[in-house]
């Protein structure tokens, strides 16, 4: 199977499903992997709907920082 035959076969069933009313798609926060500019930890931070940059606080060194 092509990757366009299965696109389309996920989107055919996605808007069968819709129809039949049974899902509910929902758009929630947004999980970033960012990098400690300083001490090049790895972080996981949450941006809010329609944000790109987040700011945060490196959890090893504290460093105060905003994403990219």
């Given at each position: 199977?092509s990757?366009?035959?299965m696109r389309?076969e996920?989107e055919?069933?996605?808007r069968e499903?819709?129809?039949?009313r049974?899902l509910?798609?929902k758009?929630?926060t947004?999980?970033?992997?960012?990098?400690?500019?300083?001490?090049g930890?790895?972080?996981?931070?949450?941006?809010?709907?329609?944000?790109s940059?987040?700011k945060f606080?490196?959890?090893?060194c504290?460093?105060?920082?905003e994403t990219?």
């Amino acid at each position: 199977m092509s990757k366009q035959s299965m696109r389309e076969e996920a989107e055919r069933l996605i808007r069968e499903t819709m129809e039949r009313r049974n899902l509910v798609i929902k758009q929630g926060t947004t999980r970033i992997d960012a990098v400690c500019g300083k001490c090049g930890a790895p972080n996981r931070v949450q941006a809010a709907k329609g944000q790109s940059r987040v700011k945060f606080a490196c959890k090893d060194c504290g460093h105060k920082q905003e994403t990219l």
